[in-house]
């Protein structure tokens, strides 16, 4: 037997991947030194600009009189759709999407005019000023009124698996209802914000907070009318994003260089909560109807659904997100028979678009509504249920889309989380609970998580990189990727640490700039990490290649032998320090910058049939939860949350660990406290603090408990880890529908409770109404 040799076994043991490593941001956070797109000092001239929004939902712009807005205080220009040089759209896939209103708007908050002054207030005050004549036209404001009236901003999806009909038919037992869950706004920390700067012989350089520098390179270039080339796009961090930043960061980041385009001047762009609220698309909001065939036991023999989003005015990507949907309707659960339409209502809102999830939530929380309206038929605990229709390990493993399950974990990591959070005693407990309590009840549900990562188009899955090592031995790293705060500098550091064997302090990730790495994609679809982790990994891979050639040259033996770890490099009996061979390096003219490049292997997908194979792999998870409800107030408490998380060899578990739980709680806001609502004449009310109700630290449970489940990735993933961004705000429809158990013990669970999302106290409140009417 061989065993291995002392350094190979130091070599074993070092590593510069899975430690608990701090945010690289971290430290700047706290001391508020971390430089947002606001804190850049501004340059000499720095004009402000804002904009001039539609106060209907859908009209005809009759006439519009800029004149006392010129006439405002500090207003230098005001610029209209006819003053754009180039084209008028920033739609990010159908051009449907004008960047200013031309003849007509489509919501209440549509862009109409920009205007600048010398200051951020005066531009405000003068946005207000113009006076517009309106011919209004009908509007459309909801999913359903869209379905009923066929308004639709792109054709019907549909996914057909089996016979639906013959198996709902010959079931024994049948459910037919309809859902509905609401949408929710991004609410991140930092607003919708541009900064334009000429440059000489056309350029711009336009420091943008966006998940897509090069979209909006793409779009500022069109609107510009000059080529990729003139424009650069930099972002050095976001304070959140969520898909908020995806493709409608688009909107600002043009308006700002128009105007400075126009002028010739810096221009900033910043929008205020309310005006960004007003402007700016959501989480799609979906209406449910639904047909169920299923046996005595609870199997699912037959399931159809009828989905129809919010999309808004335009298409933006409401068709990804339905495609998403459609995807993962099945969650964790095989259906052997499945039919799964959807359809993207155009309403005269805002044009929603991409949120943490992009249309998986949305697609799962109907299927984890009809197991849990399946087992109070059948008269069994969810649970139970939920466990007799999973994904099987060898058969029962192909999705309605034909995609095979091949790292199915859910049954073991189900069953270690129903052991830690001693699931069967506190079911117990609720029960005898609830009988002795009259107004309060306790209600608990686990609910389990399949989550497929990569983009649903195929040819986004791709990412570049660039990776300089300097003569002092320190590394610079840019990546395509964008911080919003979930920790993708961090792990790309760690990972080019861990390939050259450095200490993460010797290693820093400079701002994502459209000059460095070109046509990247949007840090979105939990494939950030994914993508440029592997892409940075290439590039630090061949100068380590470089470097080990180099040494084994100095001190012989084969460059495969060549080690790198705790900052030296380890050749034929010779350890030498990283620096020192770097800098013999750069004096025998070794290259020691390069590029890395990666794309995902494997994926397929055919949109006119739906099928293929969109996803590298699934991520799973699963929540446990335990609420309590004031029936006589619909006031409601998370009293405990148990989290399993499936990060495959998590490169931090620190950051994702706290991604898990900051997915929870913000997946929980979505279905309890975070309620849309527009009036009857097309405005959206809830656009402030003041009136839409994120999650506060009282909304926290005292006890969380949230832990990763030890799985290595069987894909061929970035250290065989696990996204950890989209897939955990799935966990809190434990908290949804450990509310509804709360109702539905009401009446001993005899009846399904009518309970839409979000479950706000008023629609806690309707549910135990009606569950107490059908009682009688």
């Given at each position: 037997m061989n065993h291995p040799a002392a350094s190979e076994i130091q070599a074993m043991a070092w590593a510069g991947v899975g430690k608990a490593a701090p945010h690289e941001s971290a430290q700047l956070h706290v001391l508020g030194q971390a430089t947002y797109t606001d804190d850049i000092p501004e340059m000499q001239g720095t004009l402000h600009a804002a904009l001039g929004l539609s106060s209907k939902p859908h009209a005809k712009l009759a006439a519009i009189d800029l004149a006392p807005?010129?006439?405002?205080?500090?207003?230098?220009?005001?610029?209209?759709?006819?003053?754009?040089?180039?084209?008028?759209?920033?739609?990010?896939?159908?051009?449907?999407?004008?960047?200013?209103?031309?003849?007509?708007?489509e919501y209440v908050g549509q862009p109409i005019f920009i205007v600048v002054a010398d200051t951020h207030d005066n531009a405000r005050r003068a946005a207000k000023r113009a006076a517009i004549t309106y011919d209004e036209l009908p509007a459309i404001l909801t999913p359903q009124a869209a379905k009923a009236a066929a308004s639709y901003v792109l054709p019907p999806m549909h996914l057909k698996r089996g016979d639906f009909q013959s198996a709902y038919d010959a079931a024994p037992r049948k459910l037919k209802s309809t859902l509905y869950v609401g949408g929710q706004e991004q609410f991140y920390l930092e607003g919708q914000i541009a900064y334009a700067i000429p440059k000489e012989a056309n350029g711009m350089h336009v420091y943008c907070s966006t998940q897509h520098p090069s979209e909006m390179q793409h779009v500022i270039a069109h609107a510009l009318h000059l080529h990729s080339h003139h424009v650069l796009v930099e972002c050095r961090r976001m304070g959140g994003g969520f898909g908020g930043k995806e493709s409608q960061s688009a909107l600002w980041a043009a308006c700002a260089a128009i105007a400075a385009k126009k002028l010739n001047r810096p221009v900033k762009l910043r929008a205020d909560r309310d005006d960004d609220m007003l402007v700016t698309g959501k989480r799609h909001c979906f209406y449910y109807e639904y047909e169920v065939g299923y046996d005595d036991e609870?199997?699912?023999?037959?399931?159809?659904?009828?989905?129809?989003?919010?999309?808004?005015?335009?298409?933006?990507?409401?068709?990804?997100?339905?495609?998403?949907?459609?995807c993962h309707f099945d969650n964790a659960y095989y259906l052997s028979a499945a039919d799964i339409r959807a359809c993207c209502g155009k309403t005269n809102t805002q044009s929603n678009t991409a949120f943490r999830g992009f249309g998986g939530p949305q697609g799962a929380i109907a299927i984890e509504n009809i197991i849990d309206e399946i087992a109070r038929d059948v008269g069994k605990d969810a649970l139970d249920v939920r466990k007799l229709n999973f994904y099987g390990k060898h058969d029962r493993n192909v999705t309605p889309y034909g995609q095979v399950v091949e790292d199915n974990v859910i049954h073991e990591l189900a069953a270690q989380l129903e052991a830690s959070s001693d699931y069967r005693a506190r079911r117990?407990?609720?029960?005898?609970?609830?009988?002795?309590?009259?107004?309060?009840?306790?209600?608990?549900?686990?609910?389990?998580?399949?989550?497929?990562?990569?983009?649903?188009?195929?040819?986004?899955?791709?990412?570049?990189?660039?990776?300089?090592?300097?003569?002092?031995?320190?590394?610079?790293?840019?990546?395509?990727?964008?911080?919003?705060?979930?920790?993708?500098?961090?792990?790309?550091?760690?990972?080019?640490?861990?390939?050259?064997?450095?200490?993460?302090?010797?290693?820093?990730?400079?701002?994502?700039?459209?000059s460095k790495v070109s046509n990247t994609s949007a840090t979105a679809a939990s494939t950030g990490a994914d993508l440029n982790g592997k892409a940075a990994q290439d590039a630090a891979g061949q100068i380590r290649a470089r470097l080990a050639q180099f040494a084994a040259s100095l001190h012989g033996g084969s460059a495969g032998q060549v080690q790198f770890y705790d900052d030296k490099v380890h050749v034929n009996g010779h350890a030498i320090p990283f620096t020192e061979l770097v800098q013999a390096a750069y004096l025998a003219r070794v290259q020691l910058w390069s590029d890395g490049f990666y794309s995902t292997p494997g994926l397929s997908w055919d949109p006119k049939t739906m099928t293929g194979h969109p996803f590298f792999y699934y991520a799973y998870g699963a929540a446990v939860a335990e609420v309590v409800v004031d029936t006589l107030t619909g006031e409601w408490k998370l009293l405990r949350a148990d989290m399993l998380y499936?990060?495959?060899?998590?490169?931090?578990?620190?950051?994702?660990?706290?991604?898990?739980?900051?997915?929870?709680?913000?997946?929980?806001?979505?279905?309890?406290?975070?309620?849309?609502?527009?009036?009857?004449?097309?405005?959206?009310?809830?656009?402030?603090p003041s009136t839409y109700k994120i999650p506060g630290v009282s909304d926290c449970p005292q006890d969380l408990r949230c832990n990763l489940?030890?799985?290595?990735?069987?894909?061929?993933?970035?250290?065989?880890?696990?996204?950890?961004?989209?897939?955990?705000?799935?966990?809190?429809?434990?908290?949804?529908?450990?509310?509804?158990?709360?109702?539905?013990?009401?009446?001993?669970?005899?009846?399904?409770?009518?309970?839409?999302?979000?479950?706000?106290?008023?629609s806690i409140l309707k549910a135990i109404a009606a569950v107490t009417g059908a009682m009688k």
């Open positions: 807005v010129l006439a405002s205080q500090g207003v230098v220009a005001a610029y209209l759709a006819k003053d754009i040089p180039g084209v008028n759209d920033c739609g990010p896939i159908i051009h449907d999407d004008p960047i200013l209103a031309d003849g007509k708007v609870g199997r699912i023999l037959g399931a159809k659904v009828d989905m129809v989003s919010r999309a808004g005015f335009s298409a933006d990507l409401s068709g990804p997100v339905a495609t998403r949907a459609v117990a407990a609720v029960n005898a609970y609830n009988a002795s309590s009259e107004v309060l009840k306790k209600g608990l549900a686990f609910t389990p998580v399949k989550f497929g990562i990569a983009f649903n188009v195929t040819h986004l899955n791709q990412a570049g990189a660039l990776v300089h090592v300097y003569v002092d031995g320190s590394i610079l790293v840019n990546h395509g990727g964008t911080e919003m705060g979930q920790g993708i500098n961090t792990k790309v550091a760690q990972v080019v640490a861990h390939e050259l064997g450095r200490d993460l302090s010797h290693v820093r990730v400079t701002a994502t700039d459209t499936d990060a495959g060899n998590s490169l931090n578990p620190a950051i994702d660990i706290g991604q898990v739980e900051g997915a929870f709680i913000q997946g929980m806001g979505w279905l309890t406290t975070e309620e849309l609502w527009w009036n009857a004449g097309g405005k959206l009310m809830t656009h402030a489940f030890d799985n290595r990735n069987v894909a061929d993933s970035i250290h065989r880890s696990k996204a950890v961004g989209e897939p955990p705000l799935l966990l809190p429809f434990s908290v949804f529908f450990a509310i509804r158990d709360a109702v539905s013990a009401v009446a001993n669970h005899r009846i399904n409770p009518p309970l839409n999302a979000p479950a706000t106290s008023e």
